[in-house]
């Protein structure tokens, strides 16, 4: 699967869709209808119309092989997140990631079990510049 997030600016209804096609895997578009329709009412037409824009803009590939067509993900989750998460990272915060996580951690009562995680991945950070 060919990254092709450096371009690739994802709307929130697209990112609906990725989500839904991330978590179960190729479906239709009646099957992902459904599924974005049970946080909020979304008329099939819709649905389709952004999945084809999502397929000329490059963020999804359709098998046209089967009476129904199959859509797919032709970007990965963890690449949408990192490059959304830049963009963010720049423009929200100016490139600063403490503000970021300062930010984060200053909003709402983090659990232990998220502040451990968080130790331990600064404990990982902290050996790899070793």
């Known amino acids: ?3 092709k997030t450096n371009n690739i600016k994802p709307t929130e209804s697209e990112l609906e869709i990725l989500q839904v096609l991330w978590q179960h895997g ?4 009646r099957f992902v209808n459904d599924e974005l329709s049970k946080a909020k009412e979304t008329g099939y037409t819709t649905t ?9 803009k490059g963020m999804v590939n359709r098998d046209e092989s089967g009476r ?3 859509y797919s993900a032709a970007i990965t989750e963890t690449a949408t997140q990192k490059q959304l998460l ?3 990272l720049d423009t929200a915060f100016r490139g600063s990631a403490l503000k970021l996580v ?21 404990d990982n950070l902290k050996k790899d510049e070793k």
């Open 1 to 3: 699967m060919a990254e």
């Open 86 to 88: 830049d963009r963010f």
């Open 48 to 56: 389709l119309k952004l999945m084809q824009i999502m397929h000329e």
């Open 68 to 70: 129904s067509h199959i």
């Open 102 to 122: 300062m930010q984060a951690l200053g909003n709402k009562k983090t659990s232990q079990q998220d502040l451990n995680e968080i130790r331990n991945l600064l």
């Open 26 to 29: 190729p479906n239709t578009v």
